[in-house]
């Protein structure tokens, strides 16, 4: 008998392909947002200003190939780092499987289309500013609550 569950009820992270690994990300964009870390309690804390190499509309990085020569910072989630990826959206569906939670319903691979996601409001798009119109030492002023 077949198992009939999709493969990321049926697999470990670490033993998807990466066809799989990639069809994760739910392109929410919510993991190219600057985050800043409270410097006693350690707690992440989202802002709404986000990467320049965003594009803001549909949530895709634009340097995707290249993102982390073009952006030293940016995390490449692969299976070795996901634990420490803790300050990874709640709705991230990489933090969500380490943590053996299921996908939310409006999840691209469960509906076959980003309508739901952005019906939902959990993507980034219309709420955020690029890096390059804000100081670093002015991103305090930007904290938000609907990204974490
Ligand atoms: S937070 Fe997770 S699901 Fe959303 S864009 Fe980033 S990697 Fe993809
Ligand atoms: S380089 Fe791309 S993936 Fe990395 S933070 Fe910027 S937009 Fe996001």
Redesign the pocket.
Known sequence: MTDKKPFWERKKLAEMTLKEWESL???????CLHKLEHEESREVFYTRVVCQYLDQDQCRCMVYGKRKKTVPDCVV?TPKNLEDLSW??GT???RLLHENKPLPIWHPLITGNRNAIIASDNTVTGKVISEEFVHEDGFEEHLVDWAD
Request: hydrophobic share 25%; proline share 8%; aromatic share 8%.
């Open positions: 990300c739910d392109g929410c964009g919510k993991c989630l990874m959206p991230c569906a990489y």
